[in-house]
T-cell receptor, first 116, second 114 residues
């Protein structure tokens, strides 16, 4: 299957700072990438859909000004958690599908964010 | 919204036994997928079954889909300790198709004891 690389795999930051998480499709072009959030022992919740060259579509209840998404190229989407707070501590996972529109989505390895 | 709902939430079995996990969903779908997640890691795609399929096999995995009951099952045969993980079903929300926007269930945490 295709490879999606997410970086960093873990990060610890202080309250009030911003953190950027990258999601890259290594061997295919991804017109669409998805960002999920997963709290401990819970399922994945979709935060936003990232479309190359256009604004991201956010799910209800997700603050777009707090979770900035940029999808500047067909292989890279970034999620920036701005002014992070301890309650933002979570596991963030991205997924991507290729431009051919295959149904299967490929997931990154996730980023564990801890805000102290 | 949580469309897929798995049961049981947790399952503990002995190596060599079979493990069955179930998933129910609420809206129409084009396909249903099963994923595996090791603790604190990303998701690994296991199998996709389309709405016009009733059963699919992949190695030791067997997936069934009953669209009339809006349910699916994942069977892992001859389980191994390495199968220990959380398993999630995911559906394409609203059955729009061609979209990888997935709605995940709550997952089943499987423990296979050696």
């Amino acid at each position: 299957g295709a490879v999606v690389s997410q970086h960093p795999s873990w990060v610890i930051c202080k309250s009030g700072t911003s953190v950027k998480i990258e999601c890259r499709s290594l061997d295919f072009q991804a017109t669409t990438m998805f960002w999920y959030r997963q709290f401990p022992k819970q399922s994945l919740m979709l935060m936003a859909t990232s479309n190359e060259g256009s604004k991201a579509t956010y799910e209800q209840g997700v603050e777009k000004d707090k979770f900035l998404i940029n999808h500047a190229s067909l292989t890279l989407s970034t999620l920036t958690v701005t002014s992070a707070h301890p309650e933002d501590s979570s596991f963030y996972i991205c997924s991507a599908s290729d431009a051919q529109g295959r149904t299967e989505a490929f997931f990154g390895q996730g980023t564990r964010l801890t805000v102290v | 919204s949580q469309q897929g709902e798995e049961d049981p939430q947790a399952l503990s079995i002995q190596e060599g036994e079979n493990a069955t996990m179930n998933c129910s969903y609420k809206t129409s779908i084009n396909n249903l997928q099963w994923y595996r997640q090791n603790s604190g890691r990303g998701l690994v795609h296991l199998i996709l079954i389309r709405s016009n399929e009733r059963e699919k096999h992949s190695g030791r995995l067997r997936v069934t889909l009953d669209t009339s009951k809006k349910s699916s099952s994942l069977l892992i045969t001859a389980s191994r300790a390495a199968d220990t993980a959380s398993y999630f079903c995911a559906t394409d929300e609203g059955g729009r198709g061609g979209s990888e926007k997935l709605v995940f269930g709550k997952g089943t945490k499987l423990t296979v004891n050696p």
